[in-house]
């Protein structure tokens, strides 16, 4: 078990700066740019990046498609939607782990080495950021746990008060696997 939170790693900073294979963005269903990480994305990647959208039809909530990353340091840009929040009986639970495994998904079949991915769901969709967290690190602890690729998943939270929440709850999560895996 511990070998894949080391497979893990948590920092604070701007997604848009990650030199990995995949960067994820946030973005939503049309996938022709936004605000917040996704406007971020699309300003840093350059005019290439939403002409490649263009061509996508756009991507359902809870699906994930790729492009190239143009001027990003990553290679490929994966592109999630989560869902807004609505009080959370709307299934938002369900649709943001699904964001998180197509993405996952896309990196395994690709045979991609590192992906970072930011607080899906989490600014403008009004998703709780504890609660969010717990969903990803569960579905990424899964999806590693049955795969070889993603070799590294970087968590990129923006703020520092995300940061060290990220990271508290990666640490509580942490020992109730490796308490679990004691147990098996
Ligand atoms: N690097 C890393 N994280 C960031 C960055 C950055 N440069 N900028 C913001 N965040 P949001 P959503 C964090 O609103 O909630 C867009 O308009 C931010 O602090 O970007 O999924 C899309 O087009 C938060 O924790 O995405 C959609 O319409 C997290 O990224 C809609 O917003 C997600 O915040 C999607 O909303």
């Avoid at 197509?102 to 395994?108: G, P, Q, T, V």
């Avoid at 607080?119 to 709780?128: L, N, R």
Wanted: net charge positive; charged share 25%; glycine share 8%.
């Amino acid at each position: 078990m511990n070998d894949i939170s080391e497979r893990i790693l948590i920092v604070q900073g701007d997604i848009t700066k990650e030199k990995v294979d995949a960067v994820v963005n946030a973005a939503n269903r049309t996938l022709l740019g936004g605000g917040g990480v996704d406007g971020a994305i699309h300003r840093a990647a350059g005019p290439g990046l939403l002409e490649e959208c263009k061509t996508l039809n756009g991507c359902k909530t809870g699906e994930a498609k790729i492009t190239k990353a143009y001027n990003l340091p990553a290679e490929f840009v994966i592109h999630a939607v989560g869902p807004v929040w609505r009080g959370g009986n709307k299934k938002e639970d369900e649709l943001l782990s699904s964001a998180y495994f197509n993405s996952l998904k896309i990196a395994s079949d690709k045979k991609l080495e590192s992906i970072a991915f930011p607080s899906i769901s989490t600014g403008v969709y009004g998703f709780p950021f504890e609660r969010a967290c717990r969903i990803a690190l569960n579905i990424i602890f899964n999806f590693l746990k049955n795969n070889k690729f993603p070799e590294k998943v970087k968590l990129v939270a923006f703020s520092k008060n995300d940061y060290e929440t990220y990271l508290k709850i990666f640490k509580v999560y942490e020992k109730t696997i490796a308490k679990k895996a004691l147990f098996i």
